[in-house]
């Protein structure tokens, strides 16, 4: 990071010539690094030293620093090695983040395993612990990752996301209109 701890443009470009990466926009792949947006998304998920975040899609480690500095703890999972690389440099004072390099997802209809695991290790380490889900998902695991968030026997007690207005609509659709359908339907009765 910058000395000031901002993940600029220009810094984030440095880096990642540094160490080879092209984005790659088949990880669905953006990244957050306005800091009154990544503020904002941070804020509204109001966390508290009694949470323990789920944050899928670490990216370069910027947000999953700032949720470390209010948590209990932070489950972070990337997928590409590269940005997993670049995170855990960033991250590397951070005792309270456990960093996974891997997809999230072990099949659409699930999470993995590993990931829930890991959640449940932070959680089981103190008394009252909240789960929460803080990320700038990437679009396009966004759906199962909501979706298969919601059916676990112990979902996140809140979700707080970035995503498309697209997914954004449907999630939010009314009856009768023209972006309700199975997803409105389940994340409704879920929530």
């Known amino acids: 990071m910058t000395t000031d701890g901002k993940q600029t443009v220009s810094y984030l470009k440095r ?3 540094e160490v080879g990466l092209e984005p790659n926009s088949r990880h669905g ?3 957050l690094i306005d800091m009154n947006l990544l503020r904002l998304l941070v804020d509204a998920a109001q966390i508290t030293d009694q949470d323990v975040v789920l ?3 670490t990216g370069t480690g910027g947000m999953t620093s700032m949720l470390a500095g209010r948590a209990a703890g932070v489950v972070t999972v990337e ?3 590269h940005l997993f690389q670049l995170a855990a440099e960033e991250l590397a004072r951070q005792g309270n983040v456990t960093m996974l390099q891997q997809d999230a997802l072990r099949n659409k209809n699930n999470i993995d395993t590993r990931v829930l695991e890991a959640v449940e ?3 089981a380490a103190a008394g009252q612990r909240c789960f929460k889900l803080v990320a700038n998902l990437p679009y396009n695991i ?3 990752i909501v979706s298969n968030l919601l059916a676990l026997d112990n979902p996140p007690r809140s979700m707080t996301v970035t995503i498309q207005k697209e997914l954004a609509d449907r999630i939010t659709a009314r009856p009768g209109t023209k972006d309700y ?3 409105s ?3 409704q009765s879920q929530c």
């Open 79 to 81: 997928l590409d090695r």
């Open 121 to 123: 290790t932070k959680m």
């Open 142 to 144: 966004a759906t199962p």
């Open 55 to 57: 944050e899928v899609g």
């Open 181 to 183: 359908g199975h997803l």
């Open 185 to 187: 339907v389940w994340v």
């Open 29 to 31: 792949q953006n990244f």
């Open 15 to 17: 880096r990642f010539r």
